[in-house]
């Protein structure tokens, strides 16, 4: 099999929805090996069948499950695509501890827990690890602070990982997307309807009009990305992070005004 990750094997986390199911697509198109692994029960089954990869059902929460879905790579693992993620609307003001802890569970020490896992076979041979970050990450985002906190950190480990293990021929980057069109910025999008007595649809129009490209970007055009730090392409790319907003970026605009 030809293709850009031909002979490679990759471990791809909320690989049943969004961006994560676009880049196992694609990375499977170049000649990858991916192991999938996460929550959606048949649509990560789904997935898997469709491009004869290994669906691994489990949380990043769970220490033994992102041990299990690492196993399942049989011993070698080149890539590493952090794409599970989690958000809960929340104000500096009213949020609760427990929305706080479960969105870094997930985001940010999910992360960490599938690198730390993952590190021993990246190490043998060199590797790639792309983590999902987000322009919340930069912006303010007084209606997501949780989420705009874990993306935060997100960035910052993944530096920290680039120049830990650059030695070790490990290349650690994060990309950081603007509005995608997945599942979750749908669920966003009706919440602010709800909340503006408005209709999804009008608040994605509203929102292109503060995006340089007018439009909301395809998870297809996400994995894209990654597919380039994947790759040989990106061979002195480490600790970068890509921000793919469509020109969107603002530092005054929180994710949804």
């Not at 794409?83 to 479960?102: F, K, N, Q, R």
Request: charged share 20%; aromatic share 4%; net charge negative.
């Amino acid at each position: 099999m030809t293709g850009r990750l031909a002979g490679r094997t990759a471990l791809i986390t909320g690989a049943a929805t969004g961006i994560g199911h676009a880049a196992a697509e694609l990375f499977a198109r170049h000649g990858a090996r991916t192991v999938l692994f996460g929550l959606g029960a048949s649509a990560l089954d789904d997935a898997a069948r469709s491009l004869g990869a290994t669906a691994v059902h489990g949380d990043v929460t769970n220490e033994a499950d992102v041990t299990r879905a690492v196993e399942s790579c049989g011993g070698r693992l080149d890539i590493v695509l952090n794409a599970a993620g989690l958000i809960v609307p929340d104000e500096p003001l009213t949020i609760t501890d427990d929305v706080w802890a479960s969105t870094l569970d997930v985001n940010v020490t999910g992360t960490m827990r599938v690198c730390r896992a993952a590190l021993p076979l990246l190490r043998r041979g060199g590797g790639a690890i792309i983590n999902i970050a987000s322009v919340a990450a930069f912006n303010s985002s007084p209606d997501n602070v949780s989420y705009a906190a874990s993306k935060a950190a997100v960035v910052s480990y993944t530096r920290s990982i680039a120049f830990a293990h650059g030695a070790d021929g490990v290349r650690a980057n994060a990309v950081a997307p603007g509005w995608v069109k997945t599942p979750m910025s749908d669920h966003e999008m009706e919440l602010l309807a709800a909340r503006r007595h408005s209709t999804p649809e009008a608040e994605y129009n509203a929102l292109t009009e503060r995006i340089a490209l007018r439009r909301i970007a395809q998870p297809s055009e996400i994995a894209s990305c990654c597919l380039f730090l994947a790759s040989e392409e990106a061979s002195f790319v480490t600790g970068a992070v890509l921000v793919v907003d469509g020109g969107g970026r603002s530092p005054t605009q929180s994710r949804a005004v």
